[in-house]
C-alpha cells in the first residue's frame, strides 16, 4: 500500500536546556568529525547500531577515512557477519510467519541474539580486545555481548514508513544480509524482526552514548545522549503532533484536494491517518533543523504518554488510531465504487489467542461532513441469511461479483455529528458521500492492522505506479471473518451501536457533550463546543486524542 506524508504543521516545538541544545551536532561531516575526535581521543572501539534501512558502511567508511586523515588506522568490522544463514533466520522467523496468507503471530520474546552465531560473537570478541581502534556497525552492532568491549555506542534510528517503502520496492537488506533481501516476507518484519530490533532499541535507550538521526540519506544529527533523553522526557510533557500519511485506495475520494494538505503525488485518497504508533514525529528543539523519529520512541516514557493504568495493562502499546477517511466525490458515483469492503474487527480474545497481540479493534464512525447520500454500511438486515451471505462470498473470494449483497448488510443515512459505534464482530463500512473521522484502538505495537475483509465487490484495487484502477482485487479473510460475526442485526444496531450525545459540563464559554458508549467499548468519544476558549484536562491519568 503506497503512503505520502504531509508535514503542514508537524513540528512539535519543546524548549530544553541551552547546554544540551547546543550540544547536538547538525551535518553529515560535522558529526563524522565528532565521532573521528572521540576515538582519537581516547575511544578505542566505536559501535554504530541501529533499525532497518540505514546505509551503515557509508557511515563507517566515513569515519574510517576521518580517522585515517588523524594518523588513526581503524579496523572495520560489518555486524552482518555476526548473524546466522538467511535459511536459518527463515526457519526462526517461521512460527511467527506461519501459514495464514494475511497475519502471523508477534514473536513476544525473541532478541537479535536469537539469529546471531555464539562463535561470530566470540570471534568479534576477540578483535574488539586487540590492540587498534574498531568500527563494528550495522544492526546489532552494539548487543549485550558486546558491552564491556565498546567505548562508544551509537544507534541510528530510522521510521516506519521509509522502511516500509523500502521492503515494498525490494530495497531492505535485513539481519545478516550486505544486499536487499530477496524473498523477503513482510510477515518476518511485522511479525518477528521488528519486535527483535525494537528489544534492541530498548536496551540501546540507556546503553547508548549518541542518538543518531539519518532521514535524510545525505545528513546526520547527533544527538549526546543526555540531550536525547531531554528531549524525549521534555516531549512527553506537550501535546504531540504527528506527521500525516495518507493511502490512495479502491474506495479512495478527492475532499483532500481542497484543504491544503501540501501532499505531491497523491491521485486519490482511501485512508488518511492523523494518528498512530507507526506514524513519525518532528522535533524542534531549537537546533538548526526539526529531527525526524518514529513515535514509538516517546513510548520511552510510557507512563506519562498513556498513562499508569494503560502503560501497565499494554506495556509498550500506543493504544489508539485516528484516521479521516475521505468520501467527496465531484460526481455520483456507486456504491461498488465509493464504498469501503465490508469486513469485521476482531476481539481482544481473537487477537491474543490467534495472533499474540494484546488489544482488539474497537472502532468509532464519527461524521465530520455529510454530502448528498452520506452513508453507513453497519449489521446484517434482520431477515438476511448469514448463512447464504458467507456461502457467496466463499464463492466470490471477492473475484466474481455477489450481485444481491445489499440485501444482507443495513445501510444508515448519515448526518454531521453521528456517531456509530463498532465493537469487534459487527459487519460494517463507510459508505461513501462523507467524511469519517475514525477513532479506534491501535492493537498492534508496531500498527499491523486486523481488518478482515468479507467482500469488496470484486472490483479492482489502484494501481499507483499507473494511477488507475486496474490493480489485483484485494484478498479477502474469510475464515476470520467468519470466526468474529457476531450476526449483529439491523434492529440491535439501532438500539445499541447508533450513539447520542449528553452535555456532561456546561459554563457560559463552552461546554462539553460526552457520547453515549456500549459496554465493550474502552473509550469514550467526546465533544469541545467553544468559540475563544474551552477547558480540559487528562486529570493525570486519562489519555487524550484530540
Known amino acids: ?46 559501535a554504530i547500531d541501529g533499525w532497518y534501512g540505514i546505509d551503515y558502511k557509508r557511515i563507517a567508511e566515513a569515519l574510517k577515512v576521518a580517522l585515517s586523515a588523524k594518523g588513526i588506522e581503524a579496523k572495520l568490522l560489518p555486524a552482518e557477519a555476526l548473524y546466522l544463514s538467511r535459511e536459518e533466520i527463515v526457519a526462526y522467523n517461521q512460527p511467527y ?17 536469537d539469529v546471531m552465531s555464539e562463535e561470530k560473537i566470540a570471534e568479534y570478541k576477540v578483535v ?12 546489532g552492532a552494539a548487543v549485550r555481548a558486546f558491552e564491556d568491549s565498546l567505548s562508544v555506542k551509537c544507534y541510528v534510528d530510522n521510521t516506519h514508513q521509509k522502511v516500509q517503502w523500502d521492503m515494498w520496492e525490494g530495497r531492505l537488506a535485513t539481519f545478516g544480509q550486505s544486499e536487499p533481501t530477496k524473498n523477503y516476507n513482510w510477515k518476518e518484519y511485522h511479525y518477528s524482526d521488528y519486535y527483535m530490533l525494537a528489544r534492541q532499541k530498548d536496551y540501546m535507550y540507556g546503553a547508548m552514548d549518541y542518538y543518531i538521526e539519518n532521514y535524510f540519506e545525505d545528513d546526520l544529527v547527533l544527538v549526546p545522549r543526555a540531550a536525547y533523553d531531554e528531549i524525549m522526557s521534555t516531549l512527553v510533557k506537550y501535546p504531540i503532533h504527528e506527521v500525516k500519511i ?28 492523523i494518528a498512530g504508533p507507526e506514524l513519525r514525529i518532528l522535533i524542534d528543539f531549537g537546533g538548526e533543523r ?6 514509538l520512541n516517546a513510548m520511552q516514557y510510557g507512563e506519562e504518554l498513556v498513562g499508569a493504568l494503560i502503560n501497565k495493562q499494554y506495556p509498550g502499546l500506543f493504544p489508539l488510531d485516528i484516521w479521516l477517511d475521505d468520501g467527496w466525490h465531484p460526481t455520483k458515483q456507486p456504491a461498488e465504487r465509493i464504498s469501503m469492503p465490508m469486513h469485521i474487527h476482531p476481539s481482544s480474545k481473537y487477537v491474543q489467542d490467534n495472533f499474540n497481540e494484546p488489544l482488539g479493534r474497537y472502532e468509532t464512525y464519527y461524521i465530520a461532513e455529510a454530502y448528498e447520500g452520506a452513508n453507513t454500511w453497519m449489521g446484517f438486515k ?8 458467507e456461502r457467496l462470498c466463499e464463492q466470490s473470494q471477492n473475484i466474481t461479483p455477489i450481485e444481491n449483497w445489499k440485501d444482507f448488510i443495513a445501510n444508515w443515512n448519515s448526518k454531521e455529528g453521528d456517531l456509530y459505534l463498532i465493537p469487534p464482530g459487527t459487519m460494517h463500512g463507510h459508505g461513501g458521500n462523507q467524511m469519517v473521522l475514525e477513532m479506534d484502538t491501535n492493537l498492534s505495537i508496531n500498527g499491523t492492522e486486523y481488518s478482515f475483509f468479507e467482500y469488496d465487490f470484486a472490483r479492482p484495487s489502484w494501481d499507483d505506479n499507473k494511477k488507475t484502477m486496474t490493480g489485483k482485487p484485494l484478498k479477502m479473510h474469510l475464515e476470520h471473518g467468519r470466526n468474529m460475526e457476531k450476526t449483529r442485526r439491523e434492529s440491535w444496531v439501532k438500539d445499541n451501536l447508533l450513539s447520542t450525545p449528553l452535555v456532561f459540563k456546561w459554563t457560559p464559554e463552552y461546554f462539553l457533550d460526552r457520547y453515549k458508549s456500549y459496554s465493550v467499548m474502552p473509550y469514550h468519544v467526546e465533544r469541545m463546543h467553544f468559540e475563544r476558549r474551552g477547558e ?6 486519562f489519555m487524550h486524542m484530540f
Open 97 to 113: 510467519v506461519t501459514d495464514d496468507p494475511g497475519f502471523g503471530k508477534v514473536n513476544t520474546k525473541g532478541v537479535i541474539e
Open 290 to 295: 526539526s529531527i525526524s523519529m518514529p513515535m
Open 382 to 389: 434482520d431477515d438476511a441469511d448469514i448463512e447464504e451471505w
Open 246 to 273: 495518507f493511502s490512495p485506495g479502491p474506495w479512495g475520494a478527492y475532499r483532500y484536494e481542497q484543504m491544503d494538505y501540501g501532499v505531491e503525488g497523491l491521485a486519490n485518497n482511501a485512508w488518511n491517518k
Open 536 to 541: 480540559y484536562s487528562t486529570e493525570g491519568k
Open 128 to 139: 574488539l580486545s586487540a590492540e587498534g581502534a574498531v568500527i563494528i556497525y550495522g544492526v
Open 1 to 46: 500500500m503506497p503512503v505520502y506524508e504531509s508535514i503542514k504543521n508537524a513540528d512539535n516545538k519543546i524548549k530544553i536546556s541551552e547546554k544540551n541544545r547546543a550540544s547536538a551536532i547538525f551535518g553529515w561531516d560535522k558529526v563524522i568529525s565528532a565521532l573521528a575526535d572521540k576515538v582519537a581521543g581516547g575511544a578505542k572501539n566505536i
